[in-house]
């Protein structure tokens, strides 16, 4: 099993930056794909960036790409979301996820952490 803890959120103002931190427990994590997601009020949880097991070319929603960067150092067991440019529609509660790759399929998550964009 995969236990995931993010960290780093909290409140800004629009066009500030912040760092978004996942920690991972679990042998299997490095074999996993790492992802964020996440929840405005009212509304369902979207994808927001993503990248493989063995890096490359992460992906991003479309809302994000240019302003937001997924990265993952496997040797410590974490992933980050660095966050740039904010914006109030930004607002949300982000969730780190982690995919098995046979599965095809986000199995585990995090608690969530709350980004709060100002204007």
């Known amino acids: 099993q995969v236990q995931l803890v993010e960290s780093g959120g909290g409140l800004v103002q629009a066009g500030g930056s912040l760092r978004l931190s996942c920690a991972a427990s679990g042998r299997a994590f490095t074999s996993f794909t790492m992802g964020w997601f996440r929840q405005a009020p009212g509304k369902e949880r979207e994808f927001v960036a993503s990248?493989?097991?063995?890096?490359?070319?992460?992906n991003y929603h479309n809302s994000v790409k240019g302003r937001f960067t997924v990265s993952r150092d496997n040797a410590k067991n974490t992933v980050h979301l660095q966050m740039n440019s904010l914006e109030p529609e930004d607002t949300a509660i982000y969730y780190c996820?982690?995919?098995?790759?046979?599965?095809?399929?986000?199995?585990?998550w995090g608690q969530g952490t709350q980004v709060t964009v100002s204007s």
């Open positions: 990248v493989r097991a063995s890096g490359g070319t992460p």
């Open positions: 996820s982690a995919a098995n790759p046979y599965e095809g399929v986000w199995d585990y």
